[in-house]
């Protein structure tokens, strides 16, 4: 297969709809037509939109005609749309009309009271006007032997009689009583603290819940026109989540909410084999004792909800003729993976495109680990990529200054890591094009400035379309240390204070100055990785995995018992692993004993556990270095242009150095491996390129669709936060004779230029 085959150098020049962006639309103005014309003349793709929120929204039939005969006219200009599935956001409320009529949909919660006795004493409990009902209570006998320390004997459990309002017991010296009550999760939660509405909302644990909102706001334009969906690319769901975390870290509220359905407890037994109703208190308080129990409680919560909603709904929509792809809320973060999923890459595998949303105005606050996990989800439905939403919103006041140059570097960042589709809030000034028509519709770019950054976004998914990203540089997603030390909380839990969420993020960093590209992988994928390194199966599965070099991991007390053992086994077939800072010492199998502590001592003493006799902690800037001595990509070194030096290669050339700021990712399309080379700095570079085979290069510059050939002592310029891909073509050896060093590329520095 030749390079011309695999790579349409057409669609690099002139890339298609399908490849640009798509800006997403809310509100319509009469003249519709002025609209599309503006959003073809601004270079997008297409649009995602959804029906009026005027007039009744969805239970207006004329709004659902209009939207009908607005997405012909999207598909009769050439354009593609999304289906945006809310008024506004959360997905799931319907503009309120999910829960009119039905409370009992609404989201919730259950929270633990504690009632101890250190002599004898009679409890008396009832709920106060905010609580549903109690679900559970039940009394303990406690261990009192240490002076410092009231252990709670779960083994004791003894039931205690109670109604749905009220609860009475004697308790003995020695005893502590546990009551588990359910309400409404709202106040304090994103509900009433986004920037749309301060409605109520629908369980998304429930599925009877996440049927209703289909029933209000999926089939009433399915019903009006059942083409509307068969012809949209996917279907936009928008932060739909979980309610039990408080949102601001000034108020502080009276419950602690776990997440709860209906049938909770019994689900638990059917998914583990045994209650959890002995272990109920573990949910809300306890160290290493309550890990597993915590472990186990919200990998079943993301199951639930994988089922109840995004499953739900990717079967709606796959029997409509279409996909549901979207965003789901606080991607950055483990702790905020399991607060509003209990296990948000069970939630987003179910979608048909994972999705993610990107908030980072300008490279300098982009967060590295956001599409990370929608990125692994994606790989193992196959590697298709993922949706991001481009929504500019952390520091503007910066943003301003260079709008469309810190939007293409965020894009970069998007880009090498997963990105696919693009539907983007990043506001184009169509007003512009048309001050009559389009008054309303300001923004950041003109005519020139949109279609200059929507060509150069085409142009770089019409070369990565079917390419397999390839590293071997591999970081664990510790979901289980984060669902271990989850335990519900009286006001906001920040990530923070999440220890593997700051160690992720450092560890992140380290690779991404050193411009290495790595991937998240998950115990499910070390388990098969070790199944098949071991068998040596001939698959691409093994091949994949003969692929990995390096496994990272962030400082955790906790790993699952399957990682630890599949981690062993590879490191045995030579694969590094590296723990960052400390080793974890507890497992997710069995529930640990207590163990006594002291808290002056702990707050001075190092229990960090180093080295276990098959792994080791190191630090951040060692992970990074064994990482790299292993890595196969091409060696990229800067010139110095004034230091005068002999380089390298013997030639009496500037003496280089490593070339910070620019990222790499290897890809694999058709047979043939190209790689991309991001400059992530507001400056032009000028870089040294090399592969080990000495290959000549083709360069593909998405600034302006040109391709260029470039062997030893060829200049090419990557200009501020642009990208720009290499592909390596085939040198006899003939030709190599008296080049500084075979397959170089020199790329010459020039003055700041910001484009």
């Known amino acids: 297969m030749t390079m011309k085959m695999m790579m349409n150098k057409e669609n690099f020049r002139n890339p298609p709809a399908d490849f640009r962006m798509k800006t997403?639309?809310?509100a319509w103005p009469e003249d519709r037509h002025a609209l599309l014309r503006a959003v073809k003349a601004f270079g997008y793709g297409g649009i995602a939109t959804n029906p009026s929120y005027e007039n009744g929204y969805m239970d207006n039939p004329e709004n659902l005609?209009?939207?009908s005969e607005t997405v012909r006219e999207i598909s009769a200009e050439g354009l593609g749309y999304w289906i945006y599935d809310e008024k506004g956001y959360p997905s799931g409320y319907a503009g309120g009309r999910t829960l009119k009529g039905h409370p009992e949909l609404e989201a919730k919660g259950f929270y633990m009271v504690r009632r101890i006795a250190y002599e004898?004493?009679?409890?008396?409990?009832?709920i106060d006007d905010e609580t549903d009902r109690v679900v559970w209570a039940a009394k303990y006998v406690l261990d009192l032997t240490e002076l410092n320390a009231s252990v709670v004997r779960y083994e004791s459990m003894q039931a205690v009689p109670f109604t749905d309002a009220a609860c009475e017991c004697d308790l003995a010296a020695g005893e502590v009583l546990f009551l588990f009550c359910v309400k409404s999760a709202y106040e304090g939660t994103h509900l009433v603290h986004n920037v749309c509405s301060r409605s109520r909302y629908i369980n998304i644990m429930e599925p009877a819940a996440v049927r209703r909102f289909l029933d209000v706001n999926y089939e009433p334009i399915a019903a009006e026109d059942p083409s509307v969906y068969a012809g949209a690319e996917a279907v936009f769901t928008d932060e739909p989540s979980l309610m039990c975390a408080y949102m601001h870290g000034e108020e502080t509220w009276p419950w602690a909410l776990a997440p709860w359905s209906e049938g909770l407890f019994d689900a638990f037994e059917k998914e583990y084999g045994f209650s959890v109703l002995p272990y109920l208190p573990m949910i809300f308080e306890g160290r290493a004792e309550a890990f597993s129990i915590r472990v186990k409680f919200y990998r079943l919560v993301g199951k639930l909800v994988a089922e109840s909603y995004t499953g739900q709904i990717a079967q709606w929509c796959r029997e409509h003729g279409t996909m549901l792809s979207g965003h789901y809320?606080?991607?950055?973060?483990l702790m905020a993976h399991v607060l509003y999923y209990g296990s948000y890459l069970e939630v987003v595998k179910q979608a048909g495109m994972p999705g993610c949303d990107i908030l980072a105005s300008h490279p300098g606050v982009y967060h590295l680990i956001t599409p990370k996990t929608a990125q692994m989800a994606a790989r193992k439905k196959g590697d298709a990529g993922i949706m991001v939403e481009l929504c500019p919103f952390m520091d503007l006041e910066t943003f301003r200054e260079h709008p469309v140059m810190y939007a293409r570097g965020v894009l970069?960042?998007?880009?090498l890591s997963g990105c696919r589709k693009i539907n983007s809030y990043f506001a184009p000034d169509f007003a512009s094009f048309d001050s009559e028509h389009l008054t309303g519709y300001t923004g950041y770019m003109d005519r020139e400035a949109a279609a200059g950054l929507n060509a150069y976004v085409g142009r770089i998914l019409?070369?990565?379309?079917?390419a397999h990203q390839e590293t071997g540089i591999f970081v664990y997603y510790a979901i289980e240390e984060a669902q271990a030390k989850t335990v519900p909380s009286h006001g906001t839990l920040e990530a923070k204070d999440s220890m593997v969420d700051r160690s992720l993020q450092e560890i992140a960093e380290g690779l991404t100055h050193a411009g290495l590209d790595f991937?998240?992988?998950d115990t499910e994928d070390l388990v098969r990785w070790a199944e098949l390194l071991e068998t040596g199966r001939e698959t691409g599965a093994a091949a994949d995995a003969q692929q990995v070099r390096s496994i990272l991991l962030p400082a955790m007390d906790v790993l699952d018992d399957n990682a630890r053992r599949a981690l062993k086994a590879l490191q045995d077939s030579g694969v590094r692993v590296m723990f960052e800072g400390q080793l974890p010492r507890y497992g997710t199998e069995k529930i640990a004993d207590f163990e006594y502590y002291d808290f002056r001592e702990e707050s001075t003493l190092d229990t960090r556990v180093k080295d276990d006799g098959t792994f080791c902690a190191v630090s951040v800037e060692e992970m990074v270095q064994a990482a790299a001595a292993a890595d196969t990509g091409l060696c990229v070194t800067e010139a110095d242009v004034t230091a005068g030096k002999t380089d390298i290669t013997g030639s009496d050339q500037p003496a280089a150095k490593p070339a910070g700021g620019i990222l790499q990712a290897k890809f694999v399309k058709g047979g043939m491996t190209f790689y991309a080379l991001a400059n992530n700095r507001p400056e032009e570079r000028s870089l040294v390129v090399n592969d080990d085979a000495g290959n000549a290069f083709e360069v593909w510059d998405p600034a302006d669709g040109s391709v260029s050939a470039a062997g030893a002592g060829g200049e090419v310029t990557i200009s501020a936060y642009r990208m720009i891909f290499i592909l390596p073509v085939s040198m006899p050896a003939s030709k190599r004779a008296g080049?500084?060093?075979?397959?170089?590329?020199?790329?010459?520095?020039?003055?700041?230029r910001r484009t």
């Open 519 to 521: 991937q998240f992988c």
């Open 65 to 67: 005609r209009i939207f």
């Open 329 to 333: 809320l606080a991607e950055e973060s």
């Open 120 to 126: 004898a004493k009679h409890v008396s409990f009832r």
């Open 462 to 466: 019409s070369v990565l379309e079917g």
């Open 24 to 26: 997403i639309l809310h």
């Open 412 to 415: 970069n960042l998007m880009l």
């Open 739 to 752: 080049h500084e060093k075979p397959g170089t590329i020199r790329y010459r520095q020039t003055g700041m």
